[in-house]
């Protein structure tokens, strides 16, 4: 391939001449449109969506280079198109701190497997500190340009329970439960059409997890896992590739300084020191010292690079005193391991020996976090003294590599260690008979954090908050783990239900309904405070209706129901009316939401609760609208919004609710203005709450306005952007009006099999579009028809269930770049049809 031929649209003629294909056969095999191939080959359309290139690339048939390199010219400003880039668009590997010596045997050798493709579940073995993870990264890295979909790292080290893995997966690819549909499969479901290289990192602690790994192996056979673990998986397909110390200098000394330093353990040593040392160099007098510390380590990196740290008080022949010292002294348990480990273990002992007396209290202390901790978190639960002392201690821990520091997108500096060095500390804890007290400590550390941010996320701002708990879900699940191992059933109760809120909103459902269900069923949850008992109940059944699981979400709701009412309990009894009215309204059954809406109103009235009030009123009128008393939902609605207003709570998620009722109840009544000015209003305020349910479901809303007035360029522009702001919300009602709004449109402009596999995708939302308006819904069941006399059953059938069978991530980016197409490619029609 010519290195001239830098345009998307240069490079796309080339290739499609290259294969000996017309415009109309290249047109045929991806499934896109004649228009939509002569645009891009004109350049009309100069950054095609990214799925219409993987589209493209695979009915062209191209390999990993070519399909780089359309990947890079459909995406110029992201960088040259080479072997090793990313691809385009794609997210890049956590960037390692230092340099990789001595490895490029293992590097080669993994390449070769795994670019091969016939080895594709790769497990890198090696012990604690050897290595494994920065050499993965590496090894990732390179094969970026391998892979169409790249390279994804994801870290399990902060994951201890086994049914956590797929889910820390999906939350870490993007991938959204479905109801009905389990979580393995829906994974399955997303990867199969993907070509893509996992990284899964620190497996030891969850390798029951391996059969599902495995599993989805089997599944997507475009889909490679490197993983990185103490003790191989042992599944099927694996491939284990142990992970050998770094090579070490020769015991003689007859080498020279030069020939020292160039050995791979030596010159980590050196980068190391150097890093805290910056005068460090090897000499003719340390360099023995230095050879002989790096061979008493058995050139296990992490154990090397603790004892550099400390070149900046000890040179290295004391070092080699003191470090020979140490391991002299170690008896006991430490000395029934692996040797590796045991070098590994005594090397984070001796760098423990030489800290202060408060700096290894803390030490121990800070090893109860999991997958981090912000400074605030650290002052409170080490009980170590006021900030400045925590930090300057914190400063000590960090230049003996103990630990590490690095400034997250918010400017707060987080910190973490090893999974190794946090074993240690674990262990120094128990030892020490300080773990349960600093475990509870972290435990109510969470509990009033989570609490915090059940209450910011009750308000309708969730939004400083969000992040704030997604960084901190490690530490959330170490927590209920904790409680859950210590019995202590209502702190755990507490914790679950306070996360209540965040699960729903991140569509955690599954594991959110498991924990909750896991208090609920222990020995004293009957004893529980009635509060905490009927709120955990209520937020099992909601999530257990977000699952699909509608027997356990009745089931939940009605005894929360039961229990609020046995226990005189006003605002259970709210609350658990407004989840079944909800999740009646979600799944359609709009006539039934009304009577636990409207009592759930009277119950908030006599409480007092304006807000609650407010918010429900708004849900009720969109209730009441469907059964088309349009005259008591306009009431309804304006009394929400006047409840809103003197509450000065104009600028909540609940007001935003309030706004979406009152374009939906215009735009059933047939009052486009109306209903277009009310929409705009509730887009604008999602968009500053970043409420994308909203967002997603207003942008619905006005693609319909567009289409009732023949815009559809303007209609395929507000679905598109609804779809890309529904696909990660939680709001599937926004995805499924959008969805129906680009199905419309393109049997409007006879892309009738493109207007068929929307169909499917629409199926999946099929028992809750009725929720929709209902001249929308009856404008879609007019389209299917159509469309399904226009292309024929047979050709209908076989099109809608491929639409069905793809991923619903896959079917919205399908679907946003067929609003790209349309966007650049259709006219405005001069009648609606």
């Given at each position: 391939?010519?290195?001239?031929?830098?345009?998307?649209?240069?490079?796309?003629?080339?290739?499609?001449?290259?294969?000996?294909?017309?415009?109309?056969?290249?047109?045929?095999?991806?499934?896109?449109?004649?228009?939509?191939?002569?645009?891009?080959?004109?350049?009309?359309?100069?950054?095609?969506?990214?799925?219409?290139?993987?589209?493209?690339?695979?009915?062209?048939?191209?390999?990993?280079?070519?399909?780089?390199?359309?990947?890079?010219?459909?995406?110029?400003?992201?960088?040259?198109?080479?072997?090793?880039?990313?691809?385009?668009?794609?997210?890049?590997?956590?960037?390692?701190?230092?340099?990789?010596?001595?490895?490029?045997?293992?590097?080669?050798?993994?390449?070769?497997?795994?670019?091969?493709?016939?080895?594709?579940?790769?497990?890198?073995?090696?012990?604690?500190?050897?290595?494994?993870?920065?050499?993965?990264?590496?090894?990732?890295?390179?094969?970026?340009?391998?892979?169409?979909?790249?390279?994804?790292?994801?870290?399990?080290?902060?994951?201890?329970?086994?049914?956590?893995?797929?889910?820390?997966?999906?939350?870490?690819?993007?991938?959204?439960?479905?109801?009905?549909?389990?979580?393995?499969?829906?994974?399955?479901?997303?990867?199969?059409?993907?070509?893509?290289?996992?990284?899964?990192?620190?497996?030891?602690?969850?390798?029951?997890?391996?059969?599902?790994?495995?599993?989805?192996?089997?599944?997507?056979?475009?889909?490679?896992?490197?993983?990185?673990?103490?003790?191989?998986?042992?599944?099927?397909?694996?491939?284990?590739?142990?992970?050998?110390?770094?090579?070490?200098?020769?015991?003689?000394?007859?080498?020279?300084?030069?020939?020292?330093?160039?050995?791979?353990?030596?010159?980590?040593?050196?980068?190391?020191?150097?890093?805290?040392?910056?005068?460090?160099?090897?000499?003719?007098?340390?360099?023995?010292?230095?050879?002989?510390?790096?061979?008493?380590?058995?050139?296990?990196?992490?154990?090397?690079?603790?004892?550099?740290?400390?070149?900046?008080?000890?040179?290295?022949?004391?070092?080699?005193?003191?470090?020979?010292?140490?391991?002299?002294?170690?008896?006991?348990?430490?000395?029934?391991?692996?040797?590796?480990?045991?070098?590994?273990?005594?090397?984070?002992?001796?760098?423990?020996?030489?800290?202060?007396?408060?700096?290894?209290?803390?030490?121990?202390?800070?090893?109860?976090?999991?997958?981090?901790?912000?400074?605030?978190?650290?002052?409170?639960?080490?009980?170590?003294?006021?900030?400045?002392?925590?930090?300057?201690?914190?400063?000590?821990?960090?230049?003996?590599?103990?630990?590490?520091?690095?400034?997250?997108?918010?400017?707060?500096?987080?910190?973490?260690?090893?999974?190794?060095?946090?074993?240690?500390?674990?262990?120094?804890?128990?030892?020490?008979?300080?773990?349960?007290?600093?475990?509870?400590?972290?435990?109510?550390?969470?509990?009033?954090?989570?609490?915090?941010?059940?209450?910011?996320?009750?308000?309708?701002?969730?939004?400083?908050?969000?992040?704030?708990?997604?960084?901190?879900?490690?530490?959330?699940?170490?927590?209920?783990?904790?409680?859950?191992?210590?019995?202590?059933?209502?702190?755990?109760?507490?914790?679950?239900?306070?996360?209540?809120?965040?699960?729903?909103?991140?569509?955690?459902?599954?594991?959110?309904?498991?924990?909750?269900?896991?208090?609920?069923?222990?020995?004293?949850?009957?004893?529980?405070?009635?509060?905490?008992?009927?709120?955990?109940?209520?937020?099992?059944?909601?999530?257990?209706?977000?699952?699909?699981?509608?027997?356990?979400?009745?089931?939940?709701?009605?005894?929360?129901?039961?229990?609020?009412?046995?226990?005189?309990?006003?605002?259970?009894?709210?609350?658990?009316?407004?989840?079944?009215?909800?999740?009646?309204?979600?799944?359609?059954?709009?006539?039934?939401?009304?009577?636990?809406?409207?009592?759930?109103?009277?119950?908030?009235?006599?409480?007092?609760?304006?807000?609650?009030?407010?918010?429900?009123?708004?849900?009720?009128?969109?209730?009441?609208?469907?059964?088309?008393?349009?005259?008591?939902?306009?009431?309804?609605?304006?009394?929400s919004q006047e409840l809103f207003g003197a509450l000065g709570d104009t600028g909540s998620f609940e007001a935003s609710v309030g706004l979406l009722s009152e374009g939906l109840i215009a735009l059933m009544e047939g009052n486009l203005d109306r209903a277009e000015e009310r929409f705009n209003?509730?887009?604008?305020?999602?968009?500053?709450?970043?409420?994308?349910?909203?967002?997603?479901?207003?942008?619905?809303?006005?693609?319909?306005?567009?289409?009732?007035?023949?815009?559809?360029?303007?209609?395929?522009?507000?679905?598109?952007?609804?779809?890309?702001?529904?696909?990660?919300?939680?709001?599937?009602?926004?995805?499924?009006?959008?969805?129906?709004?680009?199905?419309?449109?393109?049997?409007?402009?006879?892309?009738?099999?493109?207007?068929?596999?929307?169909?499917?995708?629409?199926?999946?939302?099929?028992?809750?579009?009725?929720?929709?308006?209902?001249?929308?819904?009856?404008?879609?069941?007019?389209?299917?028809?159509?469309?399904?006399?226009?292309?024929?059953?047979?050709?209908?059938?076989?099109?809608?269930?491929?639409?069905?069978?793809?991923?619903?991530?896959?079917?919205?980016?399908?679907?946003?770049?067929?609003?790209?197409?349309?966007?650049?490619?259709?006219?405005?029609?001069?009648?609606?049809?």
């Open positions: 391939m010519s290195s001239a031929i830098t345009s998307f649209a240069d490079l796309l003629r080339h290739l499609r001449t290259a294969a000996a294909l017309s415009q109309e056969e290249l047109a045929v095999r991806a499934g896109l449109s004649l228009r939509g191939i002569s645009d891009l080959e004109r350049g009309v359309r100069r950054a095609p969506h990214l799925n219409t290139v993987r589209v493209l690339a695979d009915a062209l048939g191209l390999g990993p280079e070519e399909r780089q390199a359309l990947l890079a010219a459909a995406r110029p400003g992201t960088g040259p198109a080479t072997a090793d880039a990313a691809p385009a668009g794609y997210a890049p590997l956590p960037l390692p701190l230092t340099s990789l010596l001595g490895r490029e045997r293992e590097i080669a050798t993994l390449v070769s497997l795994l670019r091969a493709g016939e080895n594709r579940l790769v497990t890198l073995t090696g012990a604690g500190g050897s290595g494994k993870t920065r050499l993965a990264l590496e090894v990732g890295a390179r094969l970026q340009g391998a892979f169409a979909d790249g390279s994804h790292f994801v870290d399990l080290a902060p994951v201890r329970e086994v049914q956590l893995v797929l889910p820390t997966l999906a939350g870490a690819l993007g991938v959204r439960e479905r109801a009905g549909q389990s979580l393995l499969e829906t994974l399955s479901r997303y990867l199969a059409p993907k070509h893509l290289l996992l990284l899964l990192d620190n497996c030891e602690q969850v390798l029951g997890a391996a059969p599902q790994i495995a599993a989805l192996v089997a599944a997507c056979p475009h889909l490679s896992v490197l993983a990185t673990s103490r003790a191989a998986l042992r599944v099927r397909g694996e491939r284990d590739v142990p992970l050998p110390p770094l090579p070490l200098p020769g015991s003689d000394r007859r080498s020279s300084v030069a020939e020292l330093a160039a050995v791979p353990s030596v010159a980590l040593f050196l980068e190391r020191a150097v890093a805290n040392q910056p005068t460090f160099a090897l000499s003719p007098e340390n360099a023995a010292a230095v050879a002989a510390i790096c061979r008493r380590l058995d050139g296990l990196p992490l154990a090397i690079e603790l004892a550099a740290a400390w070149v900046r008080i000890l040179p290295p022949t004391a070092l080699l005193e003191r470090l020979e010292q140490r391991l002299l002294l170690l008896t006991g348990g430490s000395r029934d391991l692996p040797p590796r480990q045991r070098t590994m273990r005594d090397a984070i002992a001796w760098s423990y020996d030489l800290l202060a007396p408060q700096e290894q209290a803390l030490f121990r202390c800070l090893a109860v976090f999991a997958g981090g901790w912000t400074l605030e978190a650290a002052e409170i639960v080490s009980c170590g003294g006021d900030a400045l002392t925590v930090l300057a201690e914190l400063e000590s821990l960090i230049a003996a590599s103990l630990m590490q520091v690095g400034e997250q997108p918010d400017g707060e500096w987080r910190f973490r260690m090893l999974e190794t060095v946090r074993e240690f500390g674990m262990e120094q804890l128990a030892q020490h008979g300080e773990l349960d007290a600093v475990s509870r400590r972290h435990a109510e550390y969470f509990l009033a954090l989570a609490r915090a941010g059940e209450a910011a996320i009750l308000a309708g701002q969730p939004s400083e908050w969000l992040p704030r708990l997604e960084a901190e879900q490690a530490n959330l699940r170490a927590a209920l783990s904790w409680l859950r191992d210590h019995e202590e059933y209502d702190l755990g109760l507490r914790l679950a239900i306070a996360l209540g809120g965040f699960w729903h909103v991140r569509s955690a459902n599954a594991e959110g309904r498991m924990w909750l269900e896991r208090f609920l069923a222990s020995p004293s949850a009957d004893d529980a405070a009635g509060t905490d008992q009927i709120a955990a109940l209520r937020w099992a059944g909601e999530l257990a209706g977000l699952e699909g699981d509608l027997t356990a979400a009745q089931r939940h709701l009605e005894k929360s129901l039961s229990l609020a009412r046995r226990a005189g309990d006003t605002v259970g009894v709210a609350s658990a009316l407004r989840a079944i009215g909800s999740a009646l309204f979600q799944q359609g059954q709009v006539a039934a939401c009304i009577a636990p809406f409207s009592e759930a109103i009277a119950l908030t009235r006599q409480l007092g609760d304006q807000r609650q009030t407010a918010f429900l009123l708004a849900y009720l009128a969109t209730a009441v609208a469907h059964q088309g008393d349009f005259g008591r939902a306009e009431t309804l609605v304006a009394e209003a509730a887009l604008s305020l999602g968009k500053t709450l970043d409420a994308k349910a909203i967002v997603s479901a207003t942008l619905g809303g006005l693609g319909q306005i567009a289409l009732e007035r023949r815009r559809d360029i303007v209609a395929a522009g507000y679905f598109r952007e609804g779809l890309i702001q529904g696909g990660d919300g939680d709001y599937p009602l926004g995805v499924a009006w959008n969805l129906l709004g680009l199905m419309r449109l393109a049997s409007r402009h006879g892309r009738l099999p493109a207007a068929a596999r929307l169909v499917g995708g629409v199926d999946a939302f099929s028992e809750l579009i009725q929720a929709l308006p209902p001249a929308v819904v009856a404008t879609y069941e007019a389209v299917v028809t159509r469309v399904q006399t226009s292309l024929g059953h047979p050709d209908f059938t076989a099109t809608r269930q491929a639409g069905r069978d793809l991923p619903l991530e896959e079917m919205i980016d399908e679907a946003v770049a067929l609003g790209d197409e349309l966007i650049n490619g259709v006219k405005e029609p001069r009648s609606a049809r």
